[in-house]
Structure formats: C-alpha cells, structure tokens
C-alpha cells in the first residue's frame, strides 16, 4: 500500500517493506512536484518491489521483454561485443518475430521445436547459424532457470535440429604460392593492404588482430610479435544500418580485448617478415619528416596540389576534432574530397608556422574514425 503526503513545497511516497530484526522498514522518496507524480512513482517502486526487485511479474513476462532483460542482464555485462551483436540479430530477425509474443511460463519443447523445424525449412540457414539459433535459445531460457528461477525447467533443452544431408558448406579454399603472388603484386608494397595482408599471410592472424597491431607490440630486433589486442568496428547508439545520425558515420573504430585467453600470444616471425616490416617502419619515420610548405602531404609524402583556400572554401564547414596542441589550428575537416588526393580516412589540418599558413594531412586512427 503507497501512501502519498506533502511535505513542505514539495510531496512524497512511503510504503512498508519486510521488517528487518523484527523491526518495520519503511521505504520513502521525496522531492515530487504534484501528487500524481509522486503516486505514480510510488506504486512503480512498490511493483518493482513485490515483484523481487524486477520491473515485470515473472509469471506474465513475455519471452521477447525476457529477452531484452537477458541481453541487458547477462550478455552485455559477460559477452564480447560482435557475440552480442550476433545475437541481437539472431533475436530481432528471428525468434522475436515466431515465438516472442509468448508467455516466457507458456512456451514449450514443441513450440521451440516447429519453430526451428519451420524456420530451416522457410529460409533453408546453413547448419551452423541453425546452431547459432539454439544456442540463443538453449542460453537464453538456461538464465531463466537456473540463474533468475523464472521457470523451473528450460524447454529448449531437447530441441533437435533438423538433419542435414549435404556439406554445410564448402572447405576452406587454402591460397596457393602462385595466388598469394598475384595478390601481393595487386597491392603494391605503397599500398597499407599489402604489409596487412604479408603480416597475415606469414602470422596466420585474423583479420582484426593484423589490424590492431601497433609498432610497440612487433619487436623487429628478436623477431617477435604480440597478439593482446583487436580492432574492432562498432555502431553508434541510434544508428542504423547504412544510415547517418545527424550527419556523422555510424560506425566507430575502437580497440577491443582479445576473444578467448589463449589469443594472447607471442610468435616468432622469419627474416622475410621482419624486413618487409623494417621497410615500412623506415618509410613511416621519413614520412613524418616531410618538410610542408604551403603545400599538401599524406602520409606517404606525395604532395597534392590543393592550396589552403581551396580546401577550405569545400570543406571548412566539416569540422571534426582538434589533435595537434603544439601548433595553433585554424580549421580542422576530413579529406572527403579527391582534390586533396587523400582518403577519407584522413583529416586535414590547417596550421599557422611562421606567418604561413598550410595544411597538414595525416591518417586518423581507429578512434577517430
């Protein structure tokens, strides 16, 4: 029962909860404008406490609010962010739309089995997303049970797949010497792809691990190399695929942990390795020494002939961020536009030296991006 009073300029809720060493605990709120809003917010608080805490009654929770719960609760505090990602695909296209609109006490062994028999046969998945599929299911409904006791038994437990008679898909195409040869040579050595795809070639690392490699992790003198971090890509909050909010990306760079304890490594790399990567260190550290008068550098020191008022005229309204402190900026834009012969992951600054002013093109780096 919520009682409601004033207490000087302002009102306030109070409700009885269990006593505490026999003794009767009251739980108050002050600070509301009207009464109604004190009211309203007293019995949500007490609902949420007759109901142990949640926001819902466990017993009348759909499986689709469950799941939001289970995501927010559990996988987004203990799981990597591409693995909750996955899931909240595998959720939002696929089983909130077939089995969320249930009763989380209501569902069965088999509603959960034709709706996996109902799904393979509609959209023919490989066997392993089938899989994905289950394990989101079996994972989901094991929290309700076993963590949170929402029910007393996990329906998805002896939910099969269906069989499957062919290959799940094809094996793994191995690149020949003669294929890697011909794609090194697509990608000249003046190309980031091509130490990318030597340092993958010659490492075995993936994809995101080659390109979270930072020079301090490669130690070119005892020939070794750390694995202890990844790139990974991330959406912004509110964006949606292949949409912009408020005219910025929608995606963000960032570095992440390793995924299993055993990515943390240390290799050893060979001579071939170690020299092509010795090259592009030398060519890194001589770039940076460009001399820039009013003129345009990347940072592969190839001059663009833009001047510092054409840039600015296109762009200048593009502001983005401020990364030099040692030199007063002027304006700051990315390189969006093919007169500056840069990419867009570039961001041009516009510096005052010595009574001159020009422009200073540097890569951003996975944060910025």
Known sequence: MVNVRKRGN?????????????????VTKSG???????????????????QTGHSFKPSTISYSDYLDYWLKEH????????????YKNIIKNHIKPRVGFYRLSQITTATLQ??????????????????????VLKTSL????????????????????????????????????EEIKIILERFKKNHCVYYAFLTAYYTGLRVSEVFGLTWDDIDLENKKLTVNKNILKKNQAGATHGRHISGKATTMW????????????????????????KEYKAEQDAN???????????????????????????????????????KEIKDIAPTQT?????????????????????????KLTPLEC
């Open 254 to 277: 960032f570095f992440g942990t390793c995924k299993t304890k055993s990515s943390y490594r240390t290799i050893d790399i060979g001579d071939t390795l170690v020299n092509a990567l």
């Open 75 to 86: 996988c987004e505090i203990n799981l990597k962010y591409h693995t909750i990602e996955a």
């Open 114 to 135: 034709e709706f996996v028999n109902n799904t393979y046969v509609e959209y023919g998945f490989s066997k392993n997303f089938m899989k994905n599929i289950l394990k």
């Open 338 to 362: 093919a007169n500056c012969g840069c990419s867009t992951s570039s961001a041009a600054v516009l510096i005052s030296e010595d009574g001159k002013n020009y422009l200073k093109i540097r």
């Open 288 to 326: 940076k020494k460009v001399s820039i008068q009013d003129r345009i550098y990347d940072e592969e020191g190839i001059a663009a002939t833009v001047t510092a008022s054409e840039f600015r005229s296109k762009i200048a309204e593009r502001k983005m961020f401020n990364p030099y402190n040692e």
């Open 32 to 50: 509301f404008k009207t009464k109604a809003e004190a009211e309203k917010a007293g019995i949500k608080a007490y609902n949420e406490y007759d």
């Open 142 to 177: 094991n929290y309700a049970t076993d963590v949170v006791g929402f029910i007393k038994e996990n329906p998805a437990l002896k939910v099969k797949l269906p069989r499957y008679d062919i290959p799940d898909s094809d094996p793994a195409h191995i690149f020949s010497k």
């Open 10 to 26: 302002f009102y306030q809720y109070q409700f009885e909860v269990a006593p505490i060493n026999g003794k009767r605990k009251q």
